[in-house]
């Protein structure tokens, strides 16, 4: 099983629409959480945080459920510029130190 | 600033070939990593340093040796080019492991 797992999609969505992807993560241990987003061809840049309580920024929505182990990102009113992979990222600390997992991606593409 | 900068953006090897990736930051980051990217499996750790002169292992380390002579540079170096390195390659620096990662624009090898 994978240390943290994505639906690779693609979610093909109109404009306007609201989507949600969800990231499953296998370590309890976790500690911190991010959503990172990637263009095509291009390097990966940091989204959001996730905190334990959610934290929202502007129509991006980011949810953590640590019973369930898995984490959200829920994007309303979707524009042609949030066509993307969205990278679920999460941070362990253990006896082999401190270090992150990135998912596999979930490819959004918005449609007109 | 320039962030974080990658030499080369593309490069072509024959197997068995060595070669270095060159990787630098002007942000003063102590925290510096390499990361491959293959379709589908998310990006993944080769090594990373946690300062200059010290270095460590990460997920996939086998086939490539690093050192951090300075805070400002992190060479990526391939001992003995095979066709399954044949991937993306992003160097990324925060100010902590569990900070927001700024990542280069990424070094797509093709080794043949």
């Known amino acids: 099983r994978k240390e943290v797992e994505q639906d690779p999609g693609p979610f093909n969505v109109p404009e306007g629409a609201t989507v949600a992807f969800n990231c499953t993560y296998s370590?309890?241990?976790?500690?911190?959480f991010f959503w990172y987003r990637q263009d095509c061809r291009k390097e990966p840049k940091l989204l959001m945080s996730?905190?334990?309580s959610g934290n929202e920024d502007g129509r991006f929505t980011a949810q953590l459920n640590r019973a369930s182990q898995y984490i959200s990102l829920l994007i309303r009113d979707s524009k042609l510029s949030d066509s993307a992979t969205y990278l679920c990222?999460?941070?362990?600390?253990?006896?082999?130190?401190?270090?992150?997992?990135f998912g596999g991606g979930t490819r959004l593409m918005v449609k007109p | 600033n320039a962030g974080v900068t990658q030499t080369p953006k593309f490069q072509v090897l024959k197997t068995g070939q060595s070669m270095t990736l060159q990787c630098a930051q002007d942000?003063?980051?102590?925290?510096m990593s390499w990361y491959r990217q293959d379709p589908g499996m998310g990006l993944r750790l080769i090594h990373y340093?946690?300062?200059?002169?010290?270095?460590d292992q990460g997920e996939v380390p086998n086939g490539y040796n690093v050192s951090r002579s300075t805070t400002e540079d992190f060479p990526l170096r391939l001992l003995s080019a095979a066709p399954s390195q044949t991937s993306v390659y992003f160097c990324a620096s925060s100010d902590q492991i569990q900070g927001e990662q700024y990542f280069g624009p990424g070094t797509r090898l093709t080794v043949t």
């Open positions: 990222v999460v941070n362990t600390y253990n006896n082999a130190g401190n270090m992150l997992t």
């Open positions: 942000m003063n980051h102590e925290y």
């Open positions: 340093s946690v300062g200059a002169g010290i270095t």
């Open positions: 370590n309890s241990a976790s500690q911190s």
């Open positions: 996730v905190y334990s």
